[in-house]
């Protein structure tokens, strides 16, 4: 795949549910970002790995697979910094200590102007 030239913000999605990740492409790509979508916590670690533009993470915390979304964040942290990280929900209530400094919490459902203000919040855009 190799280095994107996207001059904005790119905001990798981690959804399982398939039409909660479609409204998040809309949400995020009407915000002005570009949206790259993951099903799952394995291929988001692949899109990770092969992409270096990758500015947050906009996850579910209940995901399939390896990991669910708290030990998502916490591991993208460790292994990609600078990345920001924003973790939903609509069954999970997440406390301050949950996240990892800097990560930032969104009740599902959400609207497009609490998505837009997080993203630009995070990224300066």
């Known amino acids: 795949m190799g280095l ?19 409204d998040a492409v809309d949400m995020i790509a009407a915000a002005g970002f570009e949206a790259v ?13 092969a992409r270096r533009d990758i500015t947050v993470v906009f996850t579910d915390i209940q995901l399939p697979g390896s990991m669910d979304g708290l030990k998502f964040a916490r591991a993208v942290r460790g292994r ?8 939903t929900s609509g069954h999970v209530d997440v406390g301050e200590n949950d996240l990892p400094e800097g990560g930032r919490f969104l009740q599902k459902p959400y609207s497009p102007v609490e998505v837009a203000g997080v993203l630009r919040e995070l990224t300066g855009v």
Do not use: H, N, T
Request: aromatic share 4%.
């Open 37 to 49: 979508e993951a099903a799952d916590v394995d291929e988001a670690i692949g899109i990770l790995e």
């Open 4 to 22: 994107s030239m996207s001059r904005r913000p790119v905001v990798l999605i981690v959804e399982d549910e398939f039409l909660l990740r479609m």
């Open 80 to 87: 990609w910094p600078p990345i920001k990280i924003v973790a």
